[in-house]
């Protein structure tokens, strides 16, 4: 019966890992791509065809780039465990930051 224990105990921590990082990085791509069109104003066609941008939200930018740089940092770290893992280390985040440490 312990077997079963430990068998879903896994399969829940692979269940979300996957949601993480298979969903989550690009729902947070997607929202940053909204961030920046939100930011960048909305367009408006006047009667003689121009179209006139609205105001710009610096905050909808400044959001953007935020969520690219979670995007590109969940990407890095997980080449960087790959990568560490293929040469016998492991990603130890006991510290504020992530460190490579002999296995």
Do not use: C
Request: charged residues 10%; glycine residues 16%.
């Amino acid at each position: 019966m312990h077997n079963l224990g430990f068998a879903l105990d896994g399969a829940w921590q692979v269940l979300l890992a996957g949601l993480v990082l298979g969903a989550g990085l690009p729902i947070l791509f997607a929202l940053g791509i909204r961030s920046l069109a939100w930011g960048a104003g909305e367009a408006s066609v006047s009667a003689d065809g121009v179209t006139a941008a609205g105001p710009r939200r610096p905050v909808g930018t400044a959001i953007g780039y935020t969520l690219f740089a979670v995007v590109v940092i969940g990407v890095l770290l997980g080449l960087t465990f790959i990568v560490a893992t293929g040469f016998g280390y492991k990603l130890d985040f006991s510290h504020i930051f992530p460190t490579l440490v002999a296995k």
